[in-house]
């Protein structure tokens, strides 16, 4: 490589850039031709590309991104998007400060997804997200693109599609496989024909899909992913979907093993009633649960639950559920959304704008943004500077 100015010693470049946003290392290209040539390079380079990844997500003074994403409204907002069959996506970027005031700064941002084809609508479309990449899961198609790198892809066509199988799919996620350094998606759903559930696997470095077999019977669950308390999160190497039906139950796939298990939830959340909702979050590494009650599209409390590990044994094992903490936020809120730290929760507040509650001081602090629109999906999102092409792209 060329020499680097400031005689210091490449590796000790390359540590630095390790730690950086995706737009302050592309910045810094400018500051000279060897820095350029060098950022050049490392960019293409997966061991960098992961090591940043990795620095990013465990640096806990970094902001904290999260997309929304209205498709339905951006069909009248903006009825050109969808004359282009483009979504619109909004990033907002809070950051927190440290101060005690009423307000979180944040940023908004918007970018577009890849122009999809005709037959492709985005409000159908379950999305997920891991490292930068997002996926669009259509009932026959399956895409990931990157926005921070323009970059996308239309995958191999699943094994299990509408037209072939009569399949339905009812959940998806894409989550990295760490023990063999792979991306994977899982897709599970109803197969109309044969009148079961049925799922199957992309493996990003094989660039396929396979069918896999499911260990228990989901139809005994009533199998009904319901859009508003069915999209699933991602907690060290396991997926996890909430289940209601004529009772409220939890799925789990382990994406190291490819195995389907059933959690049991708590005895008196199992129960399926009129105005009770329930959300999957992560909290402090481990898989939590919103459980509230709205009246008059209110809710007056939250209720926090936490699994215990021994819970991955799934419906067999022993599984715990312990109740951490009762929410009462001094406004009026619609529903509950994420944890952004270990003690601060994101709020959907009723008057059209989102608020951050703390746990241990009970402050409410409001973002300064405002959307008027229920979001369709909600997720964490980081830039990264992944490709989407697989194969050898993803090794460390």
């Given at each position: 490589?060329?020499?680097?100015?400031?005689?210091?010693?490449?590796?000790?470049?390359?540590?630095?850039?390790?730690?950086?946003?995706?737009?302050s290392?592309?910045?810094?290209?400018?500051?000279?031709?060897s820095w350029?040539?060098?950022?050049?390079?490392?960019?293409k380079?997966?061991?960098?590309?992961?090591?940043?990844?990795?620095?990013?997500?465990?640096?806990?003074?970094?902001?904290?991104?999260?997309?929304?994403?209205c498709?339905?409204?951006?069909?009248?907002?903006?009825?050109?998007?969808?004359?282009?069959?483009?979504?619109?996506?909004?990033?907002?970027?809070?950051?927190?400060?440290?101060?005690?005031?009423?307000?979180?700064?944040?940023a908004?941002?918007?970018?577009?997804?890849?122009?999809?084809?005709?037959?492709?609508?985005?409000?159908?479309a379950?999305?997920?997200?891991?490292?930068?990449?997002?996926?669009?899961?259509?009932?026959?198609?399956?895409?990931?693109?990157?926005p921070?790198?323009n970059?996308?892809?239309?995958?191999?066509?699943?094994?299990?599609?509408?037209?072939?199988?009569?399949?339905?799919?009812?959940?998806?996620?894409?989550?990295?496989?760490?023990?063999?350094?792979?991306?994977?998606?899982v897709?599970?759903?109803?197969?109309?024909?044969?009148?079961?559930?049925?799922?199957?696997?992309?493996?990003?470095?094989?660039?396929s899909?396979?069918?896999?077999?499911?260990?228990?019977e989901?139809?005994?669950?009533g199998f009904?992913?319901?859009?508003?308390?069915?999209?699933?999160?991602?907690?060290?190497?396991?997926?996890?979907?909430?289940?209601?039906?004529?009772?409220?139950?939890?799925?789990?796939?382990?994406?190291f093993d490819?195995?389907?298990?059933?959690?049991?939830?708590?005895?008196?959340l199992?129960?399926?009633?009129?105005?009770?909702?329930?959300?999957?979050?992560?909290?402090?590494?481990?898989?939590a649960?919103?459980?509230?009650?709205?009246?008059?599209?209110?809710?007056?409390?939250?209720?926090?639950?936490?699994m215990?590990?021994?819970?991955s044994?799934?419906?067999?094992?022993?599984?715990?559920?312990?109740?951490?903490?009762?929410?009462?936020?001094?406004?009026?809120?619609?529903y509950?959304?994420?944890?952004?730290?270990?003690d601060?929760?994101?709020?959907?507040?009723?008057?059209?704008?989102?608020?951050?509650?703390?746990?241990?001081?009970?402050m409410?602090?409001?973002l300064?943004?405002?959307?008027?629109?229920?979001?369709?999906?909600?997720?964490?999102?980081?830039?990264?500077?992944?490709?989407?092409?697989?194969?050898?792209?993803?090794?460390?």
């Amino acid at each position: 490589m060329a020499q680097i100015c400031f005689d210091l010693p490449e590796e000790v470049f390359v540590e630095i850039f390790s730690w950086l946003p995706l737009e302050s290392l592309m910045q810094f290209k400018c500051v000279s031709k060897s820095w350029y040539a060098l950022i050049n390079y490392l960019v293409k380079n997966p061991t960098f590309v992961n090591k940043q990844i990795y620095n990013i997500d465990k640096k806990n003074l970094s902001p904290k991104c999260l997309v929304f994403c209205c498709p339905g409204t951006a069909y009248w907002r903006h009825p050109e998007l969808e004359s282009l069959r483009q979504g619109l996506f909004e990033t907002i970027t809070i950051c927190h400060d440290g101060t005690e005031s009423g307000n979180v700064n944040s940023a908004k941002e918007v970018f577009r997804l890849p122009t999809l084809p005709s037959e492709l609508c985005l409000t159908h479309a379950l999305m997920s997200h891991c490292n930068g990449i997002i996926c669009l899961a259509f009932h026959q198609t399956v895409i990931l693109c990157n926005p921070a790198i323009n970059e996308w892809r239309t995958l191999p066509e699943p094994c299990l599609t509408h037209k072939n199988a009569g399949f339905w799919v009812r959940g998806v996620g894409f989550g990295y496989d760490s023990r063999a350094n792979d991306y994977k998606i899982v897709r599970f759903g109803h197969d109309m024909l044969c009148r079961g559930t049925r799922a199957e696997v992309y493996s990003m470095r094989r660039d396929s899909w396979s069918e896999i077999q499911i260990q228990f019977e989901f139809d005994r669950l009533g199998f009904k992913c319901s859009p508003s308390v069915g999209k699933e999160v991602f907690c060290r190497g396991v997926f996890y979907w909430s289940i209601r039906s004529s009772t409220r139950s939890i799925i789990s796939f382990d994406v190291f093993d490819e195995v389907f298990r059933s959690i049991p939830l708590p005895d008196n959340l199992r129960v399926v009633r009129e105005n009770h909702f329930t959300k999957l979050a992560v909290w402090n590494e481990s898989i939590a649960l919103f459980f509230y009650k709205q009246e008059k599209a209110v809710t007056n409390f939250i209720e926090v639950w936490v699994m215990d590990d021994d819970c991955s044994a799934g419906a067999k094992g022993s599984c715990y559920w312990i109740k951490k903490l009762i929410i009462r936020p001094p406004v009026d809120i619609a529903y509950p959304l994420a944890f952004l730290k270990h003690d601060e929760v994101l709020i959907k507040a009723n008057v059209g704008m989102f608020v951050l509650y703390n746990i241990h001081s009970h402050m409410v602090r409001n973002l300064t943004f405002t959307e008027n629109t229920d979001p369709s999906w909600d997720f964490s999102y980081v830039k990264s500077l992944l490709s989407v092409q697989g194969g050898n792209q993803s090794s460390s």
